[in-house]
């Protein structure tokens, strides 16, 4: 039986950067990753890679050259003859983009002498792992001395719309569409609803999120959800809030999906083409076999772990989305890190408190710490700083002037509790708030920092002097 020092079951961004900060720290670590592309190709990367934060981001990009050719460019005084779009090509190119992501992984794994196994992973008893190749006919057990699970998270399924992969999908279903659905239905107007909404309405697609919540992102600020859902609306995505979907049926003759829901005590009928399931994700425990361990789940799925992810059984941890807090893959690559450290005898942690948010619509919503309501709720007094792009030099060269930044820092202290920003490249600009917060920065901070102009970032100058009334250009 081989041994390690280290056994991680998943290679998502949680479990590829674990075992890589492991092997650099001198580990003896082997890695375990069942997934497999369209080929029947070995594919690490997890859910990030292969069907979440790259393949998503590749089609938001190429919708937005297209929407940009079509809406902004003639604004800028350039003149285009018939624009058109090639699905085919736009899918072939986001799939070379998983390619060279995955294919970089392997290399990591051979540069960092990780032995990597392409199978399943599941406990047998103690630290032993069973591997079973893809077609369960060769089983290996290897033994660690640690055991990180990283195995991520997948769609939850809703009864009353049963996905069958062609005309009802989920994430993965609408990141492949081959054609412009000229009707598109998407339940839930969370992160994946909005982002994949943009692409295909972008596109052309006509699209209705269904949305349960009687609010719009209510986790999000709310002067930016409010800001954003007149945004997202004028740009074509129709918002139903309150919808709560009581059934659905497919018709494959006209080929379309007749959606019941119900708003209040009002039903409603909807017609779509294709129909997106975006309902959140559950944690991957199933076919690990924790049942040998006694490692319990709790009442959502999740592994149970202390505040440095270790379960409570000696020896075993886990990390990224099978485990508390936002399913993030940056928040699980933190964790990776920190969990390979600590196995080394180092004292990392992860700052939850500092952890960037980001909604990859157009304009962006990004945010870092707490919210103005969270501060209330939790009886904290505080100030604010608001600044809009519209004041911004910048932002009228590029001819994209809406959105806003939001500061908020402590009232007796001043410092820096929160920030909240909706515009173009907030998920960049939202890394000076970040960083600004790990080495607890006030806001006075950051209104006394050189930002350069013209630039986006003198918004979030702006509003930091704005929490004290002295903002310059607004
Ligand atoms: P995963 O990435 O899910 O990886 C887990 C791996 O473990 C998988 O490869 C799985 O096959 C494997 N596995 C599971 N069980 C076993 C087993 N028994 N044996 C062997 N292998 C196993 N997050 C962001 O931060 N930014 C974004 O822009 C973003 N966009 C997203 C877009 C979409 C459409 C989706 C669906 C998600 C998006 N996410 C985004 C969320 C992000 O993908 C996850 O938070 C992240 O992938 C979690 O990382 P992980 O390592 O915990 O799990
Ligand atoms: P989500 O939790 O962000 O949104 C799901 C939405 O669906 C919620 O608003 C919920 O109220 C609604 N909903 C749930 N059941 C419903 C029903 N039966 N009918 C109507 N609405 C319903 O989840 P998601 O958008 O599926 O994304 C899954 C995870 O992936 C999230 O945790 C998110 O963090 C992550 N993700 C992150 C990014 C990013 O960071 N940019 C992008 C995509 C996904």
Redesign the pocket.
């Known amino acids: 039986m081989k041994n390690y020092d280290v056994i991680v079951i998943g290679a998502g961004p949680g479990g590829y950067v674990a075992a890589i900060r492991a092997a650099q720290l001198g580990l003896k670590t082997a890695c375990v990753d069942r997934w497999l592309d369209a080929t029947g190709k070995p594919s690490p990367g997890g859910t990030c890679l292969n069907v979440g934060c790259i393949p998503?981001k590749a089609l938001l990009d190429s919708s937005l050259h297209y929407h940009n050719l079509t809406h902004l460019l003639p604004t800028h005084g350039i003149r285009i003859g018939d624009a058109g779009i090639d699905i085919a090509a736009m899918q072939t190119r986001k799939e070379k983009v998983i390619k060279m992501l995955t294919t970089g992984i392997k290399g990591l794994f051979k540069k960092n002498k990780i032995t990597w196994f392409s199978g399943e992973g599941a406990f047998v008893s103690g630290k032993r792992i069973e591997v079973s190749n893809h077609q369960n006919d060769d089983k290996e057990i290897i033994e660690g001395s640690n055991i990180i699970i990283a195995t991520g998270s997948a769609p939850v399924a809703?009864p009353a719309a049963v996905v069958d992969n062609q005309y009802i999908v989920d994430s993965t279903g609408a990141l492949n569409f081959q054609t412009v659905p000229e009707r598109l239905g998407i339940?839930?107007?969370?992160?994946?609803?909005l982002?994949l909404g943009s692409v295909w309405n972008r596109l052309g697609s006509n699209v209705v999120l269904?949305?349960?919540?009687d609010a719009f992102l209510p986790e999000v600020d709310h002067d930016i959800a409010k800001e954003a859902g007149k945004a997202f609306k004028r740009q074509g995505l129709d918002i139903r809030l309150g919808?709560?979907?009581e059934s659905t049926k497919i018709d494959e003759k006209t080929g379309s999906v007749t959606v019941v829901y119900r708003i209040g005590e009002e039903m409603h009928t909807m017609e779509v083409d294709k129909l997106v399931v975006?309902?959140?994700?559950q944690p991957i425990t199933s076919g690990l076999g924790l049942e040998h361990i006694a490692l319990a789940t709790d009442a959502q799925g999740r592994i149970e772990v202390d505040s440095h992810c270790h379960t409570p059984i000696d020896g075993i941890h886990a990390i990224g989305d099978v485990i508390r807090g936002?399913?993030?893959a940056h928040k699980a690559s933190e964790e990776g890190i920190a969990v390979a450290e600590r196995i080394a005898g180092q004292r990392s942690h992860v700052n939850y408190e500092a952890i960037p948010?980001?909604?990859?619509t157009h304009p962006e919503i990004a945010w870092a710490g707490k919210t103005e309501a969270a501060l209330e709720a939790a009886g904290i007094p505080f100030r604010v700083g608001r600044f809009p792009f519209r004041a911004l030099g910048r932002a009228h060269g590029s001819g994209e002037t809406d959105g806003f930044v939001k500061i908020l820092g402590h009232a007796k202290t001043d410092r820096l509790l929160g920030a909240h920003l909706f515009g173009n490249h907030a998920s960049e600009l939202v890394a000076e708030v970040v960083t600004a917060m790990e080495f607890s920065a006030c806001t006075e901070d950051i209104a006394r920092i050189i930002h350069a102009h013209p630039t986006l970032s003198e918004g979030i100058h702006e509003a930091a002097l704005a929490v004290e009334g002295r903002a310059i250009h607004f």
């Open positions: 998503s809703i339940i839930g107007a969370g992160a994946i609803g982002e269904l949305e349960a919540k919808a709560l979907v975006a309902c959140g994700r936002p399913m993030l948010w980001v909604i990859y």
